[in-house]
T-cell receptor, first 114, second 111 residues
Framework: QQKVQQSPESLSVPEGGMASLNCTSSDRNFQYFWWYRQHSGEGPKALMSIFSDGDKKEGRFTAHLNKASLHVSLHIRDSQPSDSALYFCAASGTSGGSNAKLTFGKGTKLSVKS | EAAVTQSPRNKVTVTGGNVTLSCRQTNSHNYMYWYRQDTGHGLRLIHYSYGAGNLQIGDVPDGYKATRTTQEDFFLLLELASPSQTSLYFC??????????FGPGTRLTVL
C-alpha cells in the first residue's frame, strides 16, 4: 500500500485561478511533510515544508496540515502558467535512524491554462 | 544554492551490462540519496547514506548497490542491468530533517 497518497492525479486550472492539491498518509509515524515541485526536464525542488497543525503561507502558496487525520493540502492562489509542473507530497518520521529519509507520493500534474 | 551534479546525463546499456551512475554534491551535506522516477510510481528511494562509508537500504534496493566514497561522492552500481531498471535516476543531498536538493537526473535505458 502506498504510504503517501496524492489526489487528484492531474488538475487543470485557468490562469489566475486557485489550485488545490491533497495528500494523505497511512503511516502514523509520518509527522513532517514537504511539498516538492518538478518542472519538465528538471529535478524536483522543495516548495515548502509544514510540521505543525494549521496553515503555513509563503507568497501565493498555502499549506495546511491536520496531524490527527494525517492530511496535508497545498493551495496555489492566482495560478500562473509557470506553476504548471508535477507536484509531490513527501513525508518523514520523527524518530529512529530512518527519519532523515522521505517517502514520496506519486505526484499531481498541474496544468495552468492561459 | 546547493549544487548536486550527476553523470552521465544519459546512458544506454544492454541487458546484463554493468553501469555506474555518479553523483557529487559541494555543500557539505551529510545525507545523500538515490531515487528512481517512473510514471505511475513517483519517486522511490533506492539507497541513502549519512556519511562516507555509510550505506542505508531504501525502499526499492533490489538489483542496486551503492557506495559513498567521500562526503561529496555517492555512486549507484547496477552490476547486471535488466530492462526493468530503465528509469530516470535522481541523486539528492541534505542535512538531517532539512530540504533535499536534487541533481538534474540521469536517464538510463537498458535494452
Amino acid at each position: 500500500q502506498q504510504k503517501v497518497q496524492q489526489s487528484p492525479e492531474s488538475l487543470s486550472v485557468p490562469e489566475g485561478g486557485m489550485a488545490s492539491l491533497n495528500c494523505t498518509s497511512s503511516d502514523r509515524n509520518f509527522q513532517y511533510f514537504w511539498w516538492y515541485r518538478q518542472h519538465s526536464g528538471e529535478g524536483p525542488k522543495a516548495l515548502m515544508s509544514i510540521f505543525s497543525d494549521g496553515d503555513k503561507k509563503e507568497g501565493r502558496f498555502t499549506a495546511h496540515l491536520n496531524k490527527a487525520s494525517l492530511h496535508v493540502s497545498l493551495h496555489i492562489r492566482d495560478s500562473q502558467p509557470s506553476d504548471s509542473a508535477l507536484y509531490f507530497c513527501a513525508a518523514s518520521g520523527t524518530s529512529g535512524g530512518s527519519n532523515a529519509k522521505l517517502t514520496f507520493g506519486k505526484g499531481t500534474k498541474l496544468s495552468v491554462k492561459s | 544554492e546547493a549544487a548536486v551534479t550527476q553523470s552521465p546525463r544519459n546512458k544506454v546499456t544492454v541487458t546484463g551490462g554493468n553501469v555506474t551512475l555518479s553523483c557529487r554534491q559541494t555543500n557539505s551535506h551529510n545525507y545523500m540519496y538515490w531515487y528512481r522516477q517512473d510514471t505511475g510510481h513517483g519517486l522511490r528511494l533506492i539507497h541513502y547514506s549519512y556519511g562516507a562509508g555509510n550505506l542505508q537500504i531504501g525502499d526499492v534496493p533490489d538489483g542496486y548497490k551503492a557506495t559513498r566514497t567521500t562526503q561529496e561522492d555517492f555512486f549507484l552500481l547496477l552490476e547486471l542491468a535488466s530492462p526493468s531498471q530503465t528509469s530516470l535516476y535522481f541523486c539528492a543531498s541534505s542535512d538531517a530533517y532539512a530540504e533535499q536538493f536534487f541533481g538534474p537526473g540521469t536517464r538510463l535505458t537498458v535494452l
